[in-house]
């Protein structure tokens, strides 16, 4: 596979910010833009340095699109539920912009990076202003600032190497929750993904920029961090370092401080022994795996070119639990893959039953035009596909419900995290493993580790307690 990694060169970024300066001399007053983001923790990652550009070039943040004089609608393609939400949203703007004239409507993220989608927006999307594929986000203030100045639609979503750029400004959410992206894009085409497509090849950042980004973090004050990349298991393999993911984490965890280190997502064919031993190792490596099975049948899973077996994932459990027995361990999993059968489905219920997943996420599949799944025979029905999707989540909830209740009288670490508007239990917090408590009590504070004991609990919730 071609080495595909596009370096900006630091004078790069910082003409980007000389193009903040030439934007924020444009305004009369403050203007102010709309970050509205679909997708997954690298989308939100992604929309954060957004907003650190807008920042840079003048704009304060609204939420409401009748104020906003810009609107970045950040794009999923992942599924065709979010692409098309995402396009509704965007035509809908034509109204608002109706009401505000000079409202300007910029379209990024992955959908823009689809085959054809470019000439699609240009016929059909006459609203956008602007659009932009990922891979010319550390870019974006040279392109809003062309669009602005010479006042006519822009479209850069050429089909390059991915880029790595370091130094970009950002604005992260308040609260005590950080995303640090290590990585972007996929290598492992499973073969119903277009994030291979859209997100180009695995590129992983330099440890040292990794480690300096997280010291800013945690100076800022964020807790609980979230290491971001399709596949954090492969990380450092671009770069012949001989740091793998295991060895960041262990150099993460060094830092001085309370706060939690996760990460998203792990492919199971790359979770190592070191791996898992080497949270084990580090407390402050939460508690929590998040380990996309997809399927449960040998002949689904060579077909979605997984690479691993049901086997071979089972025994990776079995050794996360061996090395972490209060490991939560949560996954995704998609039902009704093309030419999935009753038999196959039935495997997929096993392996959920077998292993007692602490929380599940399910998916329909949706075909995606250019992945090689979306030119197999699916002869199944909705109904049928609907069916098992409702089984499986019967399944599944009944075993959430019954991990949660297992909690109740235990006491356990919570790190508090914001408040919940319930008045009898005013603050909610996460345990290490990541599960959602909703607590009452002395020195409840967001942003303090505390011990809670649980009191109650559902299908996806906990209530407790602090024991101060
Ligand atoms: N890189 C991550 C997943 C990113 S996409 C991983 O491999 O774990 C998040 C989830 O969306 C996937 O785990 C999968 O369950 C689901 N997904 C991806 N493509 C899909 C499709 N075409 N249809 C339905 N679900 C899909
Ligand atoms: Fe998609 Fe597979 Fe890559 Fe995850 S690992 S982003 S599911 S191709
Ligand atoms: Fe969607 Fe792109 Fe993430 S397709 S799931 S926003 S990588």
């Known amino acids: 596979m071609a080495y595909e990694r596009r370096e900006i060169p630091p ?186 497509y859209v997100r180009g090849r695995e590129r992983s950042r330099r440890p040292e920029e990794i480690l300096s980004e997280f010291r800013e973090i945690l100076a800022e004050g964020y807790r609980d961090i979230t290491l971001l990349g399709q596949n954090v298991n492969s990380y450092g393999k671009d770069l012949g370092l001989g740091v793998d993911f295991a060895d960041l984490l262990a150099l993460l965890c060094r830092e001085e401080g309370a706060f939690r280190l996760r990460f998203m997502t792990s492919h199971p064919k790359d979770a190592t022994e070191k791996l898992l031993r080497t949270m084990a190792e580090n407390p402050k490596c939460a508690r929590h795996l998040h380990l996309p099975v997809q399927a449960g049948s040998n002949r689904i899973l060579k077909a979605m070119n997984r690479v691993y077996t049901r086997e071979g994932y089972l025994k990776t459990v079995e050794a996360a639990r061996r090395y972490m027995p209060d490991l939560v361990l949560t996954t995704d999993v998609i039902v009704g893959f093309p030419g999935e059968t009753e038999a196959d489905f039935q495997e997929t219920l096993s392996l959920v039953r077998q292993v007692e997943y602490d929380a599940m996420f399910t998916f329909l599949y949706s075909p995606r035009p250019g992945t090689p799944a979306a030119k197999l025979p699916d002869p199944e029905t909705r109904e049928a596909k609907q069916r098992r999707f409702d089984q499986l989540l019967e399944v599944q909830n009944a075993v959430s419900a019954r991990k949660h209740a297992a909690y109740v009288g235990k006491t356990v670490e919570v790190l508090v995290d914001g408040e919940s508007g319930e008045r009898d239990y005013p603050f909610t917090g996460r345990t290490s493993g990541g599960r959602l408590v909703r607590l009452r009590g002395e020195g409840a504070r967001p942003g303090r580790f505390i011990p809670v004991t649980v009191t109650g609990s559902n299908t996806w919730a906990l209530w407790g307690e602090t024991r101060e």
């Open 11 to 196: 004078e790069e970024v910082a003409r980007q910010l000389e193009y903040c300066r030439r934007i924020r001399e444009r305004h009369t007053g403050t203007p102010l833009a709309l970050v509205d983001t679909y997708g997954c923790q690298q989308n939100e990652a992604d929309s954060q340095r957004l907003r650190g550009w807008l920042q840079e070039a003048g704009y304060a943040f609204t939420e409401d699109a009748h104020a906003a004089d810009l609107i970045v609608v950040n794009t999923c393609a992942v599924r065709q539920h979010a692409e098309l939400r995402a396009l509704g949203n965007v035509g809908q703007l034509c109204h608002t912009k109706k009401e505000k004239p000079g409202q300007k409507v910029v379209l990024c993220g992955c959908m823009v990076q689809e085959p054809g989608m470019v000439e699609k927006l240009r016929k059909s999307y006459g609203v956008v202003d602007l659009a932009l594929g990922p891979h010319e986000l550390w870019r974006f203030p040279e392109l809003l600032e062309r669009m602005l100045r010479e006042g006519r639609r822009v479209f850069a979503a050429e089909d390059q190497p991915g880029a790595v750029a370091e130094g970009l400004p950002v604005r992260r959410d308040a609260g005590v929750k950080a995303w640090l992206s290590i990585m972007y894009g996929c290598n492992n085409f499973c073969s119903y993904c277009i994030v291979p």
